[in-house]
C-alpha cells in the first residue's frame, strides 16, 4: 500500500482509494429527471428515499433538484433551492455524507449551509466562484468533464474524445489548486452521456485506466444512462440496471473509486464482487 494513499475528503467524511469501491446513491428532487422524474418530488417521498439508499449501502447520496437531461430547460436559482427545502432533514436522517447537484455557486452555498459535505458541478469549466466557496467551505467537491457548459456538441472532439477528457481533468486540477483547493477535496467525473455519442462513450469507458491520476478521486456516472440503452436495446431507463451493473464492474476493473448510480443495492453487490477480484491485489 502507497504511504499516502488518495483520499477524497470533505466535511466529516474522509474516502480512502483501495478500501473498497465507494457507492453514491441518486436522489433528484425533480419532475423531469429522464429516469425517475416526479416519483420523490414529494418532501416526505425524498426523505424516505433517502434513508432507504443509506439501507441498502450508499456511501454518500447525490441530491438534484434540477434536471440535466439532453433538451431540459433549466429553473430559476430560486426554483432549485425551494426544491432543496428538504435538504437540512435529509442531512439529519443520514449518517452519511450528502451531495448537491448543482453548478450554481448561490445554490451551492445555500446547500452547505443546509448540511451539504459535497458540491457536485457538472458544469463543464472553472468557476472561480465556485472555487472560491469550496475552498472556503472545505467541502468535497466533483467535477465532471461536458464541453460547451450545457450545448451539446453531437460528439465533434476534434482529437478524441479521451484526449479531450485528459486534457479537461489537467486544466480544471491546474486551476482548482491555483486557487487553493486541496487535491483531496477533489473528485473527477468524465462524464458519460453529456455531449458524446454511444461509440465515445464506450471508448471513455475503455480508457477510463489511462485517465485515472495517482492522487485524485475518480467517479463514474454510468447509471441507465442512454447508451447503455442503445448497446443492449432496452428502452426504458428504469430496465437498464443490469446493464448498469455490468458497466460499473468494467469501470471498478479500469480504476473507478466511485459509482454513481440509482439502483444502490444490485450495485453494492456487483462492487463486492469486483473489489475482491480487482481492488484488493491492485491496491496493495
Known sequence: MKEHPTMFCGRNFSFVRGKKTYIMGILNLTPDSFSDGGIYFD???AIARAEALWRQGADMLDVGAMSTRPNSEPVPPREEMA???CLREICRRVPIPVSVDTYRPEVAFFALENGAAVINDVCGH???EM???VKEAGCGYIVMHWPGERAEQNGHYPDGVVRDVDTFFSQILEKLTDAGVRKEQICLDPGFGFAKNAEQNVQLLKA???LRRDDVFYLTA???KRFLGALTGVEKPEERDLATAAASVIAIQKGADMLRVHNVAQCV???KIADAVYRCESEE
Request: hydrophobic share 55%.
Open 222 to 224: 454510468l447509471s441507465r
Open 126 to 128: 472553472f468557476q472561480p
Open 131 to 133: 472555487a472560491a466557496l
Open 83 to 85: 426544491r432543496l427545502a
Open 208 to 210: 477510463l485506466d489511462a
Open 43 to 45: 418532501p416526505g417521498a
Open 269 to 271: 453487490q456487483a462492487a
